[in-house]
């Protein structure tokens, strides 16, 4: 009996692997082959020399340059507003909240984290209205963007780095007590470091919903054509609201598939991204062990 | 000469949660000696070495009642008196725990890492520091040639004494040591003891151990635990 049982649930997770293994590959292929034959130096460039184009010397006005510039400036500055919060926030959580209050805060950044990204996009948009009646130059741009995206992935970082500290050993949380650490020193001289591992997962992570997030975006900055923005509160073009737009009111099968290049170009952008963070976590984790 | 008084403990109870591990115990360690903890597992003995460096503090559930004082640079101290900070009372009571816990870091950075909590910016003393601590736990020979790289390298007995030189270089007091030799092979642990016995002359050393030969070996005085009370050891 245990042996079917047995037989059955490891024939399931291989099944289940196999769906997904499926799944993936047919959405890479599906993309390498429309998107491929399509993806050339004109794609990216249009009629501007691409050295022009990435020494900013001349703009970029038919093709997906200033939407990589775009992403890729939003990536980063949405991470730079979570980050810090973010792992305030986590440590609090681990470290000091006790009680009633920890359970109001797990529940509110629960609350946070379901909420829906469209919504996101509308508090960005609802805020914008309402600073606009006071600062007249604040219009949707980067800069509301990237808060709002902000916004939307801290509960990520909040809660790998909650749980990966949480996750320590009480062990190592003494090591540096024993010592004579003060409680911050604790924190930053041993606890932190031994946790980077998993909160630079929660990170990857991160990265990953702010390059591919398009609800939030197309609410609060960004537009079909602007260019490389001059300054955090310009518009500004981005890959996945380029795919949006393109997919919902191509023109021609020519244009759609430009679609599909943008979507590998992304995908590509993500993958640097990762690596970026992956390489990162690597030299600052260097020699530890994970627990 | 008769040794004085190190450390007094009065009407000490403690409880983890609602479970109660020791039950009014009062008792004196005696300067420059080593006392054995003995008893069986889970009895409270360590509950009771973290009662004398406070560390129990940083475990969530934990509650304590009592007094204990220690005579520490030549004066008596309540050292659960709000007026004592407890990160320079740790740093006058060392503790070595029963798994070698280096932190992942160069052999050097774990060495020293007592003196950057403790604020000290000066290279020439922290090299100075340094050496002497792991001459002091006969260290210094086989990593003098590899100081940066990392303590995890090092074998069981080898990290072991890193944590005791790690523990030395302020120079403490008192030390604290959970079944030092519990994790390590009987060489390392006769390594261990040699070391413990030589400490003798500059720190009083409290030992949870749970090998009655290694206590007839190394302790002066010896006190049990049961039923979260000392009692006098049955030989």
Redesign the interface.
Known sequence: MTTILEKLITGWCWFSVLILLSGTGFVLSTLYYKGMPHLDGGLIFGSTSPMDALLLKRQVFDGLFPAIIGTLLLVLLSISWALPVGLAAGIYLSEYAQGRVKLIFDILFDLLASIPSILIGLFGFSLVIILHRILDRLTPSLLISSLSLALLVLPYIIRTTQVSLESLP?????????????RL?NIF??LL??SLNEISSGIILAIGRCAEDTAVIMLTGAVATAGIPRSLLSQYEALPFYIYTISAQYTDRQELMTGYSASIILLTLCLLLFGLAALLKKRLTQ???SH | MKKSVKITVSSLSFSYHDRKILRNISTTFTEQTITAIIGPSGIGKSTLLCCL?R?WE??PGSRMSGRVQIKLKGRQHDIYDKSYPV??L??QV??V?Q?P?P???SIKRNIA??L???GEKNRALIEDKIEESLKAVTLWNEVRDRLDS?A?SLSGGQQQRLCLA??LI?DPEILLLDEPTSSLDSRSSLQIEELLLNLKKRCTLLVVSHYRDQVKRIADDVVELAGGKLIQPQH
Request: net charge positive; glycine share 8%.
């Open positions: 009480l062990e190592t949380r003494l090591t540096g007590y024993a010592l004579g650490a003060t020193q001289f041993i470091p031994r020699g530890q062990p | 460096n560390l940083n475990i990160s320079q740790r740093r060392g503790m725990f798994n816990n932190l992942p870091m890492f007592p950057k909590l403790a990392n995890l790690r523990a302020l």
